[in-house]
């Protein structure tokens, strides 16, 4: 793994979500209540709404078009919804977020 | 012969390494112990009780005169190391130098001192040993303010015992939770509530721009310009690693002085122990890591082969009836589960976080007795499968009780107001109850309790269930959602009786089943306690949903909408200059006249929105809030300045009325019309507050709707002037922001409580008409601000990316 500094933790806020912006699309860079990180594809699997701009509860978030929700660990719909959105390793360190760039190329060349 | 060992501070890890050279080897060393504090080690945990008046010095000396002679140590207390000569092998005192065949640092941490103007004022102190310790005490001891910055562990050992002192304590804390480092939120405001209890101010999200005065402290000046007066200033935010020497030295120095497992610094001569050191990346600030590190440390220099491991931590809180525990990682995370147990009766949160099959977290507040069960499990590993159900009542009750869905309700002291129309308590309901009123119908009839709006119905019959037991049913009722079995109206009410201010507080006195709630509960609880604590809560924008979060309307392609308001339906030729200007530097794909009389930009890309806003802003045009449970629009007709039969100044009421609303939040959206006269051509009969102008005045109705639902609005009640109309509709807002459950429009609402209910209090009732209007007002003052001009000014960073690698990949 190598991984890329993309910010401090404080950029985001508790229970909020930031967007990179990457060669394939945005990732969805979220920060729980408890200060744990977690980064995923910015695209809905259901019809491409913003994920980073859900609410963030536990350790989940709800779509804000159509209300799915999705666990931000395993990125698989909960409940009866059926999809799943792309997971990326992310982790802070001494209060920075960094996200695990090999991961993100592979993705782009796939 | 003996080899030399330096020490470099008599701190409580060093002080552990050398009980334990002592007792492996006494004569493997010659011993010199440098201590910066003009005495020797003593158990610094335990400043807390000396500082509350608990103990003396002396009852917390680990090691007296006597014991150094004992072991032949040279003592050079009270003398700073002022270097380190590598070359030489020689540490160099303020009073001379001594020669080292291995050295030993163990110079702690130095608190951290917040960059204000005023830190070094005499009065502002820091609390790290004994010094600061007696001086705080002395301080005391005259009484007056103490403001203690910092709401962490030290912060609030300090705080406590400055209170047991006498003084009159502030804290000041810059998270939105006390401890938060070593709690959840949940835990954190239990932990506020006891500290309140016992007379302590706490101020969370408090951060302190300066502290002021001439020649000692006087107060202490925070960021929103609010002033403390302050005889005491304690800061305890924190610690950074005494590392100055092991720099000057040349060590290797990270934020602490870099080792290897066997506490070996960059130099194989300097061994480092204590806070001063960085181990893999780790700080460490609690002892029970520090003396592993003192054992490793006895050993290396004994040339025996030992590794430091870190091990899970706990945490307590040495403040007598704070009852808290923590221990191991209770984040969320990768395959993580939470199981929740709340007792609002006993104050008691309890909350413990599995991986698979094993704990690896647990957050206590209230009852702590199983903390050293549950961190064994956790250091352990042990495998929890079996016992998984009920856990978290701990080993010495695996029957397993379950959580009680009225233990809101029967937590409630005799006088919460239960029905707010009757101003009925819960003591009154009791009594009646007790009388023989054993159904609704029969509470209804004797103490008048829900017998008016009837929002307060559910938690009358929780009051039955609770005092009859088995013999009262309760109905089903719709819980809010799968966090609670409360209804929305319960909520409501409870948030009221029991004056609860802050989501953590909901959770923890209703007993939310989730340890933070979830996008259904959280909106509505936000609403609730902005609504009715608009000055003590602080809206969470984390609790709304994206469009009251970012101020836009989010379209199906995740781009935006852009509507800034046209009040009463008019517009300048500047304006649509400027909206039209706005729409080409933006590329605004679509523009729409809207049926609420403005212009919709739409399309816009989420990371414009601050320049767009800025934009806008400045040709003098605010938010128009289309994206909100808040005040819409107030279309109006032109009304008699230009029309035949106009009979009033319908578009100057209309434009008043935006003026006087407009920014407030609602349970669901509100939208207005005024029509200068009963032709309507404002369409005001199918809003949810319509008002049509006649020659004798206003005629005011309520509780229409042209969406899902077609209704015409019924009559509220007909007044004479412009200023009776306005104070009408603000009653009419703060009544239906106070009781409606979230997402309810005013005709739905209304079709609730029943329209009579409301002519009551608002109409026919001038008291309380003036008091709803003082509310509202109230509120405004608060919440009555351009969020467009808020956002661009403090968190326009926030809508763009917060990096971008397609940049990087480029290069
Ligand atoms: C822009 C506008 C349509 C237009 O171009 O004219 C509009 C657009 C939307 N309306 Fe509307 N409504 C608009 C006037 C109306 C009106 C007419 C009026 O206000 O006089 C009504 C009927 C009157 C009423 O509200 O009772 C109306 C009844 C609704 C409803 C049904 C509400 C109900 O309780 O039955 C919804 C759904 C909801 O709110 O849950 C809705 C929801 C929406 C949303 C916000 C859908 C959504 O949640 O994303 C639409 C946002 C589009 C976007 O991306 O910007 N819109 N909507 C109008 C904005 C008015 C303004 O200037 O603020
Ligand atoms: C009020 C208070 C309450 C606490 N409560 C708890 C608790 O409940 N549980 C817990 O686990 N931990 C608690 N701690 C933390 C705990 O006390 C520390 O983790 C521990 O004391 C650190 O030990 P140390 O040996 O690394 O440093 P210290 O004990 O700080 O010793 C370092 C010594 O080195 C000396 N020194 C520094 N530089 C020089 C120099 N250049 N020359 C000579 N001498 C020097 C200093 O004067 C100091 O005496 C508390 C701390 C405080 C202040
Ligand atoms: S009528 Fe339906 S489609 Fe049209 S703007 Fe309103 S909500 Fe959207
Ligand atoms: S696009 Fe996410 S739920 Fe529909």
Known sequence: ?110 | MKQKLVVIGAGMASGRVLERLFEAEPDAYEVTLFNAEPRGNYNRIMLSPVLSGDKTYEEIVTHDDDWYAENGVTCRFGEHVVGIDRNRKVVIGEKGEVAYDKLLLGTGSAPFIIPVPGKDLPGVITYRDLDDTEKMIEAAAKGGKAVVIGGGLLGLEAAAGLKERGMDVTVLHLMGHLMERQLDPSAGYLLRKDLEGRGITVMTQASTSAILGEDKVEAVLLEDKTVLEADLVVMAVGIRPETRLATDAALEVARGVEVNAQMITSDPDILAVGECVEFDGQLFGLVAPLYDQANVVAQTLLAEPAAFVPKELSTKLKVTGCDLFSAGDFAEGEGREDIVFRDPARGVYKRLVLEGDTLVGAVMYGDTADGSWFFGLIKDGTDISEMRETLIFGPGFQGGAQADPLAAVAALADDAEICGCNGICKGDIVAAIQDGATDLGAVRATTKASGSCGTCTGLVEQVLAVTLGDDFVMPAAQPVCGCTDLTHEDVRRLIKAQELKSMPAVWQELGWKSSDGCHVCRPALNYYLLADWPVEYIDDPQSRFINERKHANIQKDGTYSVVPRMWGGMTTPDELRAIADAAEKYNVPTVHVTGGQRIDLLGVKGEDLPDIWADLNKAGMVSGHAYSKGLRTVKTCVGKDHCRFGTQDSTGLGIQLEKALWGSWTPHKVKLAVSGCPRNCAEATCKDIGVICVDSGYQISVAGAAGMDVKETESLTDVATEKEALEIVMAMMQIYRENAKYLDRIYKWVGKVGLDWVKEQVVDDLENRAALVERFLLSQSVYQKDPWAEHVAERAETYRPIANLTLEAAE
């Open chain 1, 1 to 110: 793994m190598s991984w890329i500094d993309i910010g401090a933790l404080e950029e985001i806020a508790p229970r909020g979500a930031r967007v990179v912006k990457t060669a394939f699309g945005c990732v969805a860079v979220f920060r729980t209540e408890t200060d744990e990180v977690f980064a995923v594809s910015d695209r809905c699997p259901h019809k491409g709404g913003p994920l980073s701009d859900g609410i963030v509860h536990g350790n989940k978030v709800t779509c804000p078009l159509h209300n799915w929700v999705f666990s931000l660990e395993t990125g698989e719909a909960q409940g009866a919804d059926e999809g799943q959105v792309p997971t990326y390793a992310a982790r802070v360190e001494a209060g920075r977020i960094l996200l695990d760039a090999t991961q993100l190329q592979a993705r782009a060349v796939a």
